[in-house]
């Protein structure tokens, strides 16, 4: 499969060879590990890697994978269900992707650029008739107090549906929605501190888990993350597949 969208400054395309998935490696190397650091697995072999290049330079700004699933039955290959107890999606009927490893390279900061990532991820969506979209979404550091603010307010208005509610399957798992019940949190903290791909999925309609785990391999806290396509607000679709094109 070829693609390639471009918006503005910014090029959206899927890594080809193999000079460019060792560019993706690379970059989420340096924003996942460190700087000169590799980051790499065998789920890499079984994704496909959406790339987004600054035009006039073609440096490689942001990266994420995916994986794409016939249906809830073939949960148990995603790279979250290592981390997360996920039969109860294993009775979703319609084709799902796991979006996974999404950076933004530290140095640039162009709201742009995670506007065409979802442009190009919305039109991987459609192609496939996607009903889905899921993955884990990381916050820095694996101290969950401090990231209370932001975990609070995914606790009070953002948890799964009971049906599709993710289960404990890590050793190292914070109960946050648990902890934190009744706590408010500060709200403008909560959103300015929380991942700005987080950030999307719940503008767009998505929910998470109800604990968060400790990934001591990426040194991150992270929460499962899931955004059912019929979800999504009119609007918000409609301006996702105007850049999508």
Same mark, same amino acid.
Request: hydrophobic share 45%.
């Given at each position: 499969m070829s693609?390639?969208?471009?918006?503005g400054?910014?090029?959206a395309?899927l890594?080809?060879?193999?000079?460019d998935?060792?560019?993706?490696?690379?970059?989420?190397?340096l924003?996942?590990?460190?700087?000169g650091?590799?980051?790499?697995d065998a789920y890499d072999?079984?994704?496909?890697?959406?790339?987004?290049e600054?035009?006039?330079? &073609?440096? /490689?700004v942001?990266?994420l994978r #995916?994986?794409q699933?016939?249906? +809830? =039955?073939?949960?148990?290959r995603?790279?979250?269900?290592?981390?997360?107890?996920l039969?109860?999606?294993?009775?979703y009927?319609?084709?799902m992707?796991?979006?996974g490893?999404?950076c933004i390279?530290p140095?640039?900061?162009d709201a742009?650029?995670?506007?065409?990532?979802?442009?190009a991820?919305?039109?991987f969506?459609?192609?496939a008739q996607?009903g889905?979209?899921f993955?884990c979404?990381?916050?820095?550091?694996?101290?969950?107090?401090?990231h209370?603010?932001?975990?609070?307010?995914?606790?009070? &208005?953002? /948890?799964?549906?009971?049906?599709? #509610?993710?289960?404990?399957?890590? +050793? =190292?798992?914070?109960?946050?929605?648990?902890a934190?019940?009744?706590?408010?949190?500060?709200?403008?903290?909560a959103l300015?501190?929380?991942?700005?791909l987080?950030?999307s999925?719940?503008a767009?309609?998505?929910?998470?888990?109800d604990?968060?785990?400790?990934?001591?391999d990426?040194?991150?806290?992270?929460v499962?993350?899931?955004?059912?396509?019929?979800?999504?607000p009119?609007?918000?679709?409609r301006?996702?597949?105007?850049?999508a094109g």
């Amino acid at each position: 499969m070829s693609y390639s969208l471009m918006r503005g400054r910014y090029l959206a395309r899927l890594a080809g060879s193999a000079e460019d998935l060792a560019a993706v490696q690379a970059l989420r190397g340096l924003c996942f590990r460190g700087a000169g650091a590799v980051d790499a697995d065998a789920y890499d072999a079984i994704c496909q890697h959406v790339m987004i290049e600054e035009s006039g330079s &073609g440096q /490689l700004v942001c990266c994420l994978r #995916l994986l794409q699933l016939a249906s +809830g =039955a073939q949960i148990g290959r995603s790279y979250s269900a290592q981390f997360y107890g996920l039969d109860p999606l294993r009775a979703y009927p319609a084709p799902m992707v796991e979006m996974g490893r999404f950076c933004i390279h530290p140095e640039h900061h162009d709201a742009d650029i995670l506007r065409v990532a979802w442009g190009a991820v919305t039109h991987f969506v459609d192609e496939a008739q996607v009903g889905m979209l899921f993955g884990c979404s990381s916050f820095k550091g694996t101290d969950w107090r401090a990231h209370a603010d932001s975990l609070a307010h995914l606790a009070q &208005g953002y /948890l799964a549906p009971a049906r599709w #509610l993710p289960q404990v399957k890590a +050793g =190292a798992v914070v109960p946050y929605a648990r902890a934190l019940s009744g706590v408010a949190g500060d709200r403008k903290q909560a959103l300015l501190r929380m991942p700005a791909l987080l950030r999307s999925y719940l503008a767009m309609g998505g929910w998470v888990s109800d604990h968060a785990v400790i990934d001591p391999d990426l040194g991150t806290l992270h929460v499962f993350t899931g955004l059912e396509i019929a979800a999504i607000p009119a609007a918000r679709a409609r301006a996702l597949r105007a850049v999508a094109g």
